[in-house]
């Protein structure tokens, strides 16, 4: 690990000056029209906490953020009181590409991301590991991390934190195993920057059986030994829709896939987890009675919390 101090990364499910209850339920928010609007949008859901995309994630490039447009987001949030607040990055990058050329550039659109977070004071940026695309898991997860150790270095002092996301386990995904997780931070110089999203329906999808008692014990217990909860920043809250270690990532209402009410029962009250931010990334639109998807899935997690004794 490297002898140079960073800062101290921002706790992702810090909240500011207001009374923050626990656990904390929000979605991924829409900033179509500008990045403050996602609040808005994240209220009228019931949103305690949201997550965002700081650029177009089907885009390499973005113009710079003005300074009028941080104004306004600062400004809002300060009313809103949903926090923490998270973003995703961009579907194109693959930190494990064993090509330079577009391994380069997802290095430079990581930095890009990092920065904009930075200036947003968003407290993580998820990013799905990468892909080998053929190269083999061991390749790729030392590329995933020398790709990181740039990053790091091209970011010393920000307070943003990197967020390495379970996958699916599509193709040639990495991430789909805990221990791709454990042996990236373990490669890395400075392991204690990188922090963990799990999505539920991604470790459903790659083998983890969160469905049951003894399999959602099993899994928790693995996680812990392997990655440690202590790197545990963000859960993304998503049913499945299709098996247990089909490895294809489709998701969907809470309650309504392969995974059901008890295994959300199960991560919203397990008090291991119960300051870290939940976040739905559940099909959006409204129900055959015209209410909002993500209000409805919203309310469906509250009613899984157990009232204290």
């Known amino acids: ?8 990364p921002r706790a992702a499910c810090s909240g500011r000056s207001h009374v923050v209850q626990f656990p904390r339920f929000g979605a991924h928010m829409s900033v179509a029209g500008g990045l403050h609007l996602a609040f808005e949008r994240g209220r009228a859901a019931g949103c305690d906490c949201l997550q965002i995309f700081v650029k177009n994630q089907r885009q390499w490039s973005a113009r710079p953020l003005q300074q009028d447009e941080v104004r306004v987001w ?14 995703h990055s961009s579907y194109l990058i693959n930190l494990g590409n064993p090509d330079d050329a577009p391994w380069q550039r997802s290095i430079d659109a990581l930095i890009d991301e990092l920065h904009r977070c930075e200036r947003l004071e968003i407290a993580g940026l998820v990013l799905h590991p990468g892909a080998h695309l053929g190269a083999g898991e061991g390749a790729g997860l030392r590329r995933i991390a020398r790709a990181l150790d740039l990053i790091h ?17 599509q193709g040639s995904t990495l991430g789909h195993r805990f221990e791709h997780l454990g042996e990236i931070i373990a490669r890395v110089r400075e392991p ?6 799990v999505d539920t329906c991604h470790v459903f999808a790659a083998g983890y059986d969160l469905a049951t008692e003894a399999g959602y014990a099993a899994t928790l217990a693995t996680f812990g030994e392997v990655v440690g909860f202590d790197r545990l ?14 490895r294809r990532d489709r998701h969907a209402a809470i309650g309504k896939g392969r995974l059901g009410r008890g295994a959300f029962a199960r991560v919203a009250n397990d008090p291991r987890l119960a300051k870290v931010p939940m976040i739905l990334e559940t099909p959006k639109g409204q129900d055959v009675r015209g209410r909002d998807l993500d209000r409805v899935n919203l309310a469906a997690l509250r009613r899984l919390v157990r009232k204290p004794t």
Do not use: F, W, Y
């Open 74 to 87: 600062r400004e809002t949030r300060a009313t809103a009181k949903i926090e923490p607040v998270i973003a």
């Open 1 to 8: 690990m490297s002898s140079e101090k960073t800062a101290a």
């Open 153 to 169: 270095r091209r970011t010393r002092g920000l307070r943003v934190q990197t967020l390495l996301e379970t996958t699916a386990g």
């Open 233 to 246: 920043r963000a859960i993304h809250v998503n049913d499945c829709l299709h098996p247990l270690g089909s």
């Open 192 to 197: 204690d920057r990188p922090g963990i999203c």
